[in-house]
């Protein structure tokens, strides 16, 4: 069974290590230039994190469609999902959480 939860969370994780890759080797040549916070790409880590591949896509989309120079920015973060079945490793990608017997 938790093979089968590995291959699930698959997608989810390889878009965290893709943005994880961004944040270190592009992200630092922009500088500080985000309207919000977190930054879009930390968003786009913790949308992923949080809410799965699929949401997590429609939510940095939409994030991104709001970043212009027309919008006052702020404080943006992730809307929580409603239970939580899933732990992140200290590396930041996305486990499943051990069930007890």
């Not at 790409?41 to 809410?51: K, T």
Request: charged share 20%; aromatic share 10%; with cysteine.
């Amino acid at each position: 069974m938790s093979v089968l939860l590995e291959c699930w969370l698959l997608p989810r994780n390889a878009a965290i290590a893709v943005m994880l890759l961004y944040r270190r080797l592009i992200s630092p040549l922009y500088g500080q230039v985000c309207r919000y916070h977190p930054s879009c790409s930390r968003y786009a880590v913790e949308a992923y994190q949080l809410r799965g591949f699929v949401v997590g896509t429609v939510l940095t989309a939409w994030r991104l469609l709001r970043c212009n120079p027309f919008t006052p920015g702020g404080i943006d973060d992730v809307p929580a999902p409603r239970h939580q079945n899933f732990e992140t490793n200290p590396r930041g990608f996305v486990r499943p959480t051990e069930r007890k017997a």
